[in-house]
């Protein structure tokens, strides 16, 4: 079910993507907002560009 979702998920435009990601995250547990900002801190640390946006 996990590579239908990833699938399904690819094929959204960036709007829709956002906004389903947002949907989820309301949706989710303390721990897994933890977790997910874990994440993209990591996935933040390596993009040069995104250095650029930080605050």
Do not use: C, K
């Amino acid at each position: 079910e996990v590579q239908h979702v990833d699938q399904w998920f690819r094929y959204l435009n960036e709007a829709e993507r956002t906004a389903t990601i947002y949907t989820l995250l309301q949706h989710s547990s303390q721990v897994q907002i933890r977790f997910f900002i874990t994440v993209l801190q990591q996935m933040s640390n390596r993009d040069p560009l995104g250095a650029l946006l930080s605050p």
